[in-house]
């Protein structure tokens, strides 16, 4: 069974620019979470989408949105990107049922200059 | 809401010695406790979890945890150590209650095992 894929794996942009991410979960799973991962702030929950709507939502502004596509297939979305903004995104396939684990993919290093 | 503890940073340990790597939570309702293991430009890779049922728990690579309802802690745990298991541990929970996936991680604690 193939992992969870995310692309690209690293992208350079600068102040302003936006930038779309990747994520093709696990085959059979139809939920797909979100992290950003800083030094400073630790891993911190953006969203989740099941079935093609966001089941959950963290505390991010709105410059930071998602979506999910018939396939599983999940992306998320930055606009006007800050400094700030620079960070390992990971995503997480989620299994149901009374396994309740999510996989995580190698992750996205966004680099903001 | 939903919290995790790690209280300590950083653990060092020789090898051959037993590990701890503590983890206390908050939720509201019952939890879904899990530990999970990153290294070095890794995404995250799962080692165990308590959803239900026995309150010690037996992971991956030797590694075991305890589930305590008392003390609302999970405290990861492993024997003997190896110089391979040094990496930043996460601990992470889950409200039972509320459906989905919104899974709150721990600051995580870096593991030093020396040889």
């Known amino acids: 069974k193939a992992g969870v894929t995310q692309t690209p794996r690293y992208l350079i942009k600068t102040r302003g620019q936006q930038v779309t991410l990747s994520c093709s979960p696990i085959s059979g799973h139809r939920s797909v979470s979100w992290y950003q991962q800083t030094p400073g702030q630790g891993l911190q929950f953006l969203f989740e989408?099941?079935?093609?709507?966001?089941?959950n939502k963290g505390n991010f502004p709105g410059r930071f949105s998602g979506r999910q596509f018939s396939n599983s297939r999940s992306e998320m979305n930055v606009s006007t990107l800050e400094l700030g903004d620079s960070a390992l995104y990971l995503c997480a396939s989620n299994q149901r049922t009374v396994q309740e684990t999510q996989y995580f993919g190698p992750g996205t290093r966004l680099l903001v200059l | 809401a939903q919290s995790v503890a790690q209280p300590e940073d950083q653990v060092n340990v020789a090898e051959g010695n037993p590990l701890t790597v503590k983890c206390t939570y908050s939720?509201?309702?019952?939890?879904?406790l899990f530990w999970y293991v990153q290294y070095p430009n890794r995404g995250l890779q799962f080692l165990l979890k308590y959803i239900t049922g026995d309150n010690l728990v037996k992971g991956s690579y030797g590694f075991e945890a305890e589930f305590n309802k008392s003390q609302t802690s999970f405290h990861l745990k492993k024997p003997s150590a190896l110089v391979s298991d040094s990496a930043l541990y996460f601990c992470?929970?889950?409200?039972?209650?509320?459906?989905?996936?919104?899974?709150?991680f721990g600051a995580g604690t870096r593991l030093f095992v020396k040889a």
């Open positions: 992470a929970v889950r409200d039972a209650g509320t459906g989905g996936f919104k899974t709150i």
């Open positions: 939720v509201s309702g019952n939890p879904y």
């Open positions: 989408y099941f079935s093609e709507t966001q089941r």
